[in-house]
C-alpha cells in the first residue's frame, strides 16, 4: 500500500472518529432529537456530503456510536472487575461499574440499548465490542461453570432493567445496593458459579 493511500485511510478513519465523538457528545449535552446532519456538520466542520460518505444517516451514526460506547463500557467493566482478585467481588465491582456507567452516561446508553440498532447480540455478526463487554461479566464467573454465558445473561438482563428502570423513576434509587447484594447472592451462591 502507498504511503499516499495510508495516509488518506489514516485521515479517513480519524474523521470517523470526529464524527462519532462529535454525535455522542451532542447527544449527551442535548439528547438524541439533536443530532441531526447538519449539526454534526456545523460542528466537526465538514460539509453534509462528507458526512454522508462516512455515514448513511443518522441511524448508520447512532449504530456507530453504540459500538463505541460498548469499547467504552468494556474498558470500563475490565477496570472495575480486574481491580479486585475476588471472584464474588469482581462480580459485585462489574455491576456497580455498569450501573454507574449507564447513570453517567444516559445518552451513550440510550444509543447501545434503547434506539433501534441493527447490531446483533449472541451472532456470529456481533460486533467484537459487544462480545468484550459482555465477556467481562462472563469472566466473573469460574471457567468451570458450564452456565456462566446463562449466568452473564441474567445479571446483564437485570442490569439493563435496573438501570432503565432507575433513570426513568420507576424504582427509587436508594435500594440499589440491596437489589445488587440479592441478584449477587442469588447467581454467585448457586452450585457451579462461585
Known amino acids: 500500500m502507498s504511503a499516499v493511500r495510508e495516509r488518506r485511510e489514516r485521515e479517513r478513519a480519524a474523521r470517523h472518529q470526529l464524527i462519532v465523538a462529535a454525535a455522542r457528545e451532542l447527544a449527551e ?3 438524541w432529537e439533536a443530532v441531526t446532519t447538519r449539526r454534526l ?3 466537526v466542520e465538514y460539509s453534509q456530503p462528507v458526512l454522508y ?4 444517516g443518522k441511524d448508520a451514526i447512532v449504530r456507530a456510536v453504540a459500538i463505541d460506547g460498548f469499547g467504552r463500557l468494556g474498558a470500563h467493566l475490565h477496570h472495575a472487575r480486574t481491580a479486585t482478585p475476588w471472584r464474588r467481588e469482581a462480580l459485585r465491582a462489574a455491576c456497580r461499574a455498569y450501573l454507574e ?3 453517567k452516561r444516559p445518552a ?3 444509543a447501545m440499548f434503547v434506539m433501534p440498532t441493527d ?3 449472541a451472532h456470529a455478526e456481533t460486533p467484537p ?3 468484550a463487554a459482555f465477556d467481562e461479566f462472563v469472566s466473573c464467573f469460574r471457567p468451570d461453570n458450564a452456565r456462566r ?3 452473564a445473561e441474567v445479571i446483564w438482563s437485570a442490569l439493563h432493567g435496573i438501570a432503565v428502570l432507575s433513570e426513568s423513576g420507576r424504582i427509587p434509587p436508594d435500594s440499589e445496593e440491596e437489589r445488587l447484594d440479592f441478584l449477587i447472592t442469588q447467581l454467585a451462591d448457586t452450585p457451579s458459579s462461585g
Open 41 to 43: 456538520a456545523e460542528r
Open 29 to 31: 449535552a442535548e439528547g
Open 108 to 110: 451513550l446508553y440510550q
Open 129 to 131: 465490542e459487544l462480545r
Open 53 to 56: 460518505s462516512h455515514f448513511s
Open 101 to 103: 456507567f449507564a447513570s
Open 119 to 121: 447490531l446483533k447480540f
Open 149 to 151: 454465558e446463562l449466568f
